[in-house]
Nanobody, 124 residues
Framework: VQLQASGGGLVQTGDSLKLTCTVS????????MAWFRQAPGKERVFVAG????????DYAESVKGRFTITRENAKNTAYLQMNSLKSDDTAVYSC??????????????????WGQGTQVTVSS
């Protein structure tokens, strides 16, 4: 099983980025997907999650209204559209997958599969 996160980069405050998580080895249609991030010197935190049929979506308060998580099960791919980026959004972003009955959870240690992370740096 492989999760490949991509799309990170160096941007300025207010810019947008779209992260992509491409999954192989499992069917995304049976897995909840989530994005987490870890800033330097801080713990990894939940950013957004989407259930396997996209009916349940959850966002961290810090990104609500700015970030949008979506998925395309047919492409085994999930996305994180990030708008109005702030310097506080600077972190390594990782995608994760969990086999589930359509529940989204914010707890990192229940996710079975993880990508390697992509760096997002927002400069002011």
């Amino acid at each position: 099983v492989q999760l490949q996160a991509s799309g990170g980069g160096l941007v300025q405050t207010g810019d947008s980025l779209k992260l992509t998580c491409t999954v192989s080895g499992i069917s995304l249609a049976t897995h909840t997907m989530a994005w987490f991030r870890q800033a330097p010197g801080k713990e990894r935190v939940f950013v957004a999650g989407i259930s396997r049929n996209s009916n349940n979506i959850d966002y961290a308060e810090s990104v609500k209204g700015r970030f949008t998580i979506t998925r395309e099960n047919a492409k085994n791919t999930a996305y994180l559209q990030m708008n109005s980026l702030k310097s506080d959004d600077t972190a390594v972003y990782s995608c994760a997958a969990k086999f589930t009955n359509n529940v989204v959870t914010r707890t990192a240690n229940v996710y079975e599969y993880w990508g390697q992370g992509t760096q997002v740096t927002v400069s002011s």
